[in-house]
């Protein structure tokens, strides 16, 4: 499931090093009593939690020392400099998505939340600014206790008020939230420190989790007034720093080209054991860049410490510079074991052009995967088959057993070649493949009522030649999206490439403003509510929804709700191989390519655990500065 604040940044920073809570866990385990919490009856105790897992029993034990994956001793102190592709204007998490564009560092490490994930667990999460959670048997609802401890950077305490403020403003102020968050129907005081949050519908799963997520913002500081005596308006942006409750707080700023955060001094929950050896620098500096070669060469002239590397081409032939040679600069690949990914060209259905999947299967037929991979991203990358791709959750072969009868239940509803043909991506490699793939495309395009005159792609009934326009953000976008302009250019297709900056980028994705573009739907290992937002019907007409594509489609919502309220996970597996074969049956992205590995480069300046977490390096928050290393290869300027 994803965290919140990443939904609308994903596109914007992917790939610049910038950590970020990604893919958070879903879910609550399995046996449960009544909580006791509003509304219930006086009788009724509650059976309080210092975790929730979907799977099972949480892994730590109450009062646990530390996560395993830390060193709880680590040094602090120290500079880190990290780097953004795009630019930021507003510090008010309460907009993000909708107005403005939100700094890097605000999610992670300003805000707190209720819970926090481990992150060498699946769909499991701890007490942060809650101490203790509970909810009924049925999943009505979920009480949050929170920490008498938790106290704002003003020194104020966390209040119920301050839960209840944020949940609703929120709601009332995000679209994304309001459609997270849309089967909570309410928050109310419970006791002198808890909250209780009730659901519209029993049985979900995931909801008392989600609402875990919740990052908790002060009332007081966004109801006063600013320095200038103006009231604040949460429902607008602002570049005022804000009051938080997180690690971190915005020492000095300079507004779309650096944000640097300090360590609060007395940070309520700096030695709280699912913190405790984490957030170890000193200081965070985010410097941000208009262009993403701009970016690598800041890095490799020593401006930034750390970058992840998503250009195959940089990645084998942008890091012979002195530096490397003389191991001040070390790269290293880092698994991905907890997670799956969608990566495509997305076509906007809400386009009549893009309407019949005949259409859609065509532009698929005219991607060479196999020479972009060879010519431009020297080997290093799969094919994408999945919209879970790297996971148990995706779907091979022909259904069977609870696949199936899932499946069977919307016999007539989903395209018959579910039941009948695996799908597959076409396999180029040769001239003769080249040539079978785009006389198929042909034909299918003729089926759809198209032929081609001379060099255009024109309906047989009449009408203007076939065009799109596709739109990114990065000029690296031109080495891929031009060969395969000049492929479907064969078949009569005529595609604009359009590359805007990245506040543009987004104010036109948010409204769907556009033909095609590169979509990435991150996945977990535990999927859920999030699948509305990703594939739902609901999401299709709502702006700023992750829908890019327009989905609108009866037996998806059906299998997204099967998932939703899976009774075990045999049942979620097999309703979201059910979903994944219906979702790639539709044609409605050409999948990309993908690695199971993140590729880092970082100046030699820092340790780290001896055990890692499941999705990465989860640098910086568990790494710290390394004084020997910081002698050897020199100190952050």
């Given at each position: 499931?994803?965290?919140?604040?990443?939904?609308?940044?994903?596109?914007?920073?992917?790939?610049?090093?910038?950590?970020?809570?990604?893919?958070?866990?879903?879910?609550?385990?399995?046996?449960?009593?009544?909580?006791?919490?509003?509304?219930?009856?006086?009788?009724?105790?509650?059976?309080?939690?210092?975790?929730?897992?979907?799977l099972g029993e949480p892994k730590y034990p109450p009062g646990f020392p530390h996560f395993d994956y830390v060193r709880p001793d680590a040094p602090k102190g120290g500079l880190v400099r990290l780097g953004a592709q795009g630019t930021f204007d507003n510090f008010n998490l309460f907009t993000a998505g909708v107005r403005g564009e939100l700094e890097g560092g605000i999610g992670s490490l300003l805000h707190d939340t209720l819970m926090l994930a481990a992150d060498d667990e699946v769909s499991t999460e701890y007490g942060l600014i809650a101490d203790a959670v509970s909810y009924p048997e049925d999943r009505s609802s979920v009480t949050y206790r929170l920490n008498p401890a938790a106290r704002?950077?003003?020194?104020?305490?966390?209040?119920?008020?301050?839960?209840?403020?944020?949940?609703?403003?929120?709601?009332?102020?995000?679209?994304?939230?309001?459609?997270?968050?849309?089967?909570?129907?309410?928050?109310?005081?419970?006791?002198?420190?808890?909250?209780?949050f009730t659901f519209?519908?029993?049985?979900?799963?995931?909801?008392?989790?989600?609402?875990?997520?919740?990052?908790?913002?002060?009332?007081?500081?966004?109801?006063?007034?600013?320095p200038n005596g103006t009231r604040r308006d949460p429902t607008q942006t602002t570049l005022e720093p804000p009051v938080g409750s997180g690690p971190y707080r915005i020492k000095s700023f300079e507004p779309g080209r650096y944000a640097l955060y300090e360590q609060v001094p007395d940070f309520w929950a700096r030695d709280l054991n699912v913190l405790r050896g984490q957030h170890n620098f000193r200081e965070i500096r985010y410097e941000y860049f208009r262009d993403g070669t701009v970016l690598l060469e800041a890095f490799k002239g020593d401006r930034l410490d750390y970058r992840t590397e998503n250009s195959a081409r940089q990645w084998s032939t942008g890091y012979?510079?002195?530096?490397?040679?003389?191991?001040?600069?070390?790269?290293?690949?880092?698994?991905?074991?907890?997670?799956?990914?969608?990566?495509?060209?997305?076509?906007?259905?809400?386009?009549?052009?893009?309407?019949?999947?005949?259409?859609?299967?065509?532009?698929?037929?005219?991607?060479?995967?196999?020479?972009?991979?060879?010519?431009?991203?020297?080997?290093?990358?799969?094919?994408?088959?999945?919209?879970?791709?790297?996971?148990?959750?995706?779907?091979?072969?022909?259904p069977a057993g609870k696949e199936l009868e899932i499946l069977e239940g919307l016999r007539g509803k989903v395209p018959a070649a579910v039941f009948t043909t695996p799908y597959t991506n076409p396999v180029y490699g040769s001239p003769e493949s080249v040539r079978t793939n785009l006389r198929e495309a042909l034909r299918l395009l003729g089926e759809a009522g198209y032929e081609l005159k001379g060099r255009q792609l024109v309906p047989k009934a009449g009408g203007e030649a076939f065009r799109a326009e596709f739109i990114g953000f990065d000029q690296n976008?031109?080495?891929?999206?031009?060969?395969?302009?000049?492929?479907?250019?064969?078949?009569?297709?005529?595609?604009?490439?359009?590359?805007?900056?990245?506040?543009?980028?987004?104010?036109?994705?948010?409204?769907?403003?556009?033909?095609?573009?590169?979509?990435?739907?991150?996945?977990?290992?535990?999927p859920g509510n999030e699948q509305r937002d990703f594939f739902g019907s609901s999401g299709a007409d709502r702006p700023g929804s992750r829908n890019l594509a327009g989905i609108k489609d009866p037996a998806v919502d059906s299998l997204i709700d099967r998932i939703i309220f899976a009774a075990d996970r045999e049942e979620l597996v097999a309703a979201t191989r059910a979903l994944d074969r219906v979702l790639l049956a539709h044609d409605y992205v050409v999948p990309q390519w993908s690695s199971r590995v993140t590729r880092t480069a970082r100046w030699d300046r820092f340790g780290r655990p001896g055990t890692l977490p499941l999705g990465g390096s989860g640098f910086p928050t568990i790494w710290w500065s390394d004084e020997a290393k910081l002698a050897k290869t020199g100190a952050p300027r």
């Open positions: 499931m994803l965290s919140p604040e990443t939904a609308d940044r994903e596109r914007r920073v992917l790939g610049n090093g910038l950590t970020r809570r990604v893919l958070l866990a879903a879910g609550a385990s399995a046996a449960a009593l009544p909580t006791g919490g509003a509304g219930r009856a006086a009788a009724e105790e509650p059976r309080w939690r210092h975790g929730l897992s979907l704002f950077h003003d020194g104020r305490p966390i209040t119920a008020a301050d839960v209840i403020f944020s949940f609703e403003t929120l709601k009332a102020t995000s679209p994304f939230y309001a459609f997270y968050y849309q089967n909570v129907v309410r928050a109310e005081p419970s006791g002198e420190r808890a909250v209780t519209s519908e029993k049985g979900n799963r995931e909801l008392p989790q989600i609402v875990g997520q919740l990052p908790v913002l002060p009332k007081h500081w966004w109801t006063g007034t600013g012979d510079f002195p530096a490397k040679a003389e191991g001040r600069v070390l790269l290293e690949q880092f698994p991905v074991r907890n997670s799956g990914v969608m990566q495509a060209f997305v076509f906007n259905l809400r386009r009549p052009r893009f309407a019949d999947p005949r259409v859609r299967r065509a532009f698929n037929l005219a991607f060479d995967f196999e020479d972009t991979n060879r010519t431009l991203f020297f080997g290093l990358y799969e094919r994408i088959n999945s919209y879970f791709y790297g996971t148990e959750l995706a779907s091979s072969g022909l976008a031109e080495r891929y999206v031009l060969p395969y302009r000049q492929a479907l250019e064969r078949i009569g297709i005529a595609i604009e490439l359009r590359i805007v900056d990245a506040a543009q980028y987004q104010n036109r994705i948010r409204s769907f403003d556009f033909d095609m573009t590169t979509a990435v739907w991150p996945q977990s290992l535990s």
